[in-house]
């Protein structure tokens, strides 16, 4: 037997993830350009906010729930309710509807809210089944093979959603994406049933919900890896402003934009793509720590640039050192996380995740508002590198983790 060979069922769940996470890319990235076009940079802020509200609060939930509960059919669930908020933001774009531009905004922050609550079941369950298909050994394997999945469907579903714009119509690429979350729940169907680890008890939520976050709050090296990638990504974020700087700056249309916001998944990809086959062996936390930096540099070029090329290179370069973020986070919280709290650790990490990204939107909104988009920008890369040396001073060992 070749103990380097993944099992097959850890296929299916990555197909099962591709097809998710290609359709949710798609929508994220329609929502985004229908809500530039339908209102301003501002708008695409507050839909961000939309869907990290109910996220945050729904997660603090959903992992008890997830730990107490197949998490296959937590899962299988999650996949369905998406595909009618899929279906319905359909339905809300068809250009026959009588309907005007305030009722369509507000019927699409409607259904983005309800698929931040989606979200908050869907992401931490798929998560919290890794261990449960992997043996031990190959868990590290397993997740760079994971987020490069990640990363592919997301790459796909950016540059994807930009053509469907621009040769089928919003309405039509709502669709697309609808059946794309359809066929992942497919193949989610064919994974073994994933019942709790441990029979469950009659613990009280409040209590047991206390017991993840006690748990990731006193594991300090967990703790300052997602708090480091939380305020990093939160103000160096940049997808709130490519409609307008594909639009304004650029003078590009929704292809060029999609290949825009698909630049730091390919940047990311790439980093993943060469930790799978030479996977680093020493000093991955001072290597995060510096990643993060350099990820702040460039988000920084971004906001500078004016130039298609080198705009496009700079998020891809942005992206190249987040992906290493990712990794080392990924591989601390699922080697470091004991099965019975993984749901509720995974909850936990969505609501840093959803922080960081989501209300990164907004906060990327609300400080276009205030300063432009390009100051903006800068002041985000900026602070991003303040984060770094502050976390170096506050988590001295962060940068001695190895694994």
Known sequence: MN??????????????RLFFVLGLRMITTVVIYQMFHLAN???????????????????IYSGHYIDLHNKKKVLLVSYAFYLLCGISLAIVSLPQLPLTVSTRVSLILSI???????????????????AAIVPRPQLPRAISFNSSTWLVSSIMGHATGGLLIAFAGISNAYFVSAALILTAGVFAS??????????????PMVQAIKQGFRFVFNNKDMLGVISLDLFAVLFGGAVAFIPEIADKVLHTGPIGYGFLNAAMDI????????????????????????????????????????????????LSIAGF????????????????????LRGRVASINLIFINSSNELGQFESGVTSKWFGS??????????SLAIVAGTWFKFPNLKKIEY
């Open 3 to 16: 103990t380097n060979r993944l099992p097959k069922e850890f296929w299916n769940f990555i197909f099962a």
């Open 41 to 59: 940079t501002y708008m695409v802020g507050i839909a961000g906010l939309c869907e990290f509200v109910p996220a945050v609060i729904a997660a």
């Open 112 to 130: 983005v809210f309800c698929t931040g609550i989606i979200r908050s079941f869907a992401g931490p369950a798929a998560n919290s089944m890794i």
């Open 190 to 203: 064919l994974l073994k049933p994933k019942p709790p680890v441990q029979k469950p008890q009659k613990e």
């Open 267 to 314: 940047g990311s990809l790439v980093s993943i793509a060469i930790l799978i086959w030479f996977p680093m062996k020493q000093k991955q936390g001072l290597k995060m720590m510096l990643s993060v930096a350099a990820f702040g540099i460039f988000i920084i070029v971004f906001g500078l640039s004016k130039i298609y090329w080198l705009t496009f290179l700079s």
């Open 321 to 340: 050192f987040d992906g290493i973020s990712v990794v080392v986070r990924g591989t601390i919280a699922q080697i470091s996380t004991p099965d019975e």
């Open 374 to 383: 390009v100051p903006a920008i800068i002041i985000g890369g900026a602070m």
